[in-house]
């Protein structure tokens, strides 16, 4: 598929704060199976939203001014037709990449659109901006790609519509953890958001994750191991424990090697781990 060549960019600036619409230590994500790799990016309304690859528009839909709510479960309680009326009013807009995959951008502001249908758009242009339209219980952006499960029309609002959203692995993902805050917009995001995004991604963010937890590299924990245990064998020497063994008069010979040995392996430790540092 052409998604690995041309991977899409983030939907919007690195530079603004934004939160992720899941729950990584209940492992509750908050889309049906159709929509599993779906995106809620938690945005302050009126964020630019970009093209994350080259498309061509197919459908926009700004003209609804029906805002979300933060008590959206309790206004629909258990009314369908209070449902309909919410998923209804969520304003998208949705690009064909032409290669069998599409972006869905859902709940723009009323009017939120920079676009018409049928008009082409390049990677990075804006085509939007965020909001809280229809179903939505805060702020957020819905982005998900997807593709077609059987022939059918890849519009919203059609009984016919069969569509699976593919994992998205942005291409720039990496700095704009730097700017990921809590769905509240509280907290620095918990390294466990970053674990479950890499488990659930991949790569982009797997090596971001990784550099933060692994910690010390294979080589640098085998030479701090070695230094280790020279100097427990040097102290060992130098004190006369291993005198039964050696003989008093080879005791301060083998401690003063094992000192060095220690002290050389130490040296290396030391260097490989501001090595490492510096790398990151
Ligand atoms: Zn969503």
Redesign the pocket.
């Known amino acids: 598929m052409g998604i690995n060549e041309d991977k899409p960019i983030v939907p919007f600036p690195e530079d603004v704060e934004f939160g992720l619409?899941m729950n990584p230590i209940k492992d509750e994500w908050?889309?049906p199976e159709k929509?599993k790799y779906?995106w809620?990016f938690m945005l302050p309304e009126n964020t630019p939203l970009y093209a994350t690859k080259s498309g061509k528009v197919l459908q926009v839909k700004v003209d609804s001014n029906l805002q979300g709510s933060e008590k959206l479960d309790e206004i629909i309680g258990t009314d369908p037709e209070m449902k309909k009326k919410f998923k209804e009013g969520t304003n998208f807009i949705i690009i064909d990449h032409g290669d069998g995959t599409y972006s869905d951008y859902?709940h723009l502001k009323y009017d939120g659109s920079e676009v018409v249908e049928g008009e082409d758009v390049v990677k990075g242009q804006v085509i939007g901006y965020s909001g809280n339209t229809g179903y939505s219980d805060a702020p957020?952006l819905?982005f998900e790609i997807f593709e077609l499960t059987k022939k059918g029309d890849p519009k919203h609002l059609n009984k016919i519509r069969k569509t699976r959203s593919i994992p998205v692995n942005f291409k720039n993902m990496i700095p704009y953890m730097e700017k990921l805050v809590d769905r509240f917009g509280e907290n620095k995001a918990p390294s466990d958001i970053v674990d479950y995004l890499a488990s659930m991604y991949g790569v982009g963010l797997e090596s971001n994750a990784k550099t933060d937890k692994k910690g010390p590299g294979g080589l640098e924990k085998i030479t701090g191991i070695v230094s280790i245990i020279s100097f427990a064998a040097s102290l060992l020497f130098l004190t006369g424990i291993t005198g039964n063994i050696t003989g008093v008069s080879k005791n301060n010979f083998y401690g003063s090697i094992f000192t060095g040995l220690g002290l050389i392996f130490a040296g290396f430790w030391l260097f490989l781990k501001n090595s490492t540092k510096t790398k990151k």
Request: aromatic share 0%; proline share 0%; no cysteine.
């Open positions: 619409g908050r889309h929509a779906a809620d859902e957020h819905h």
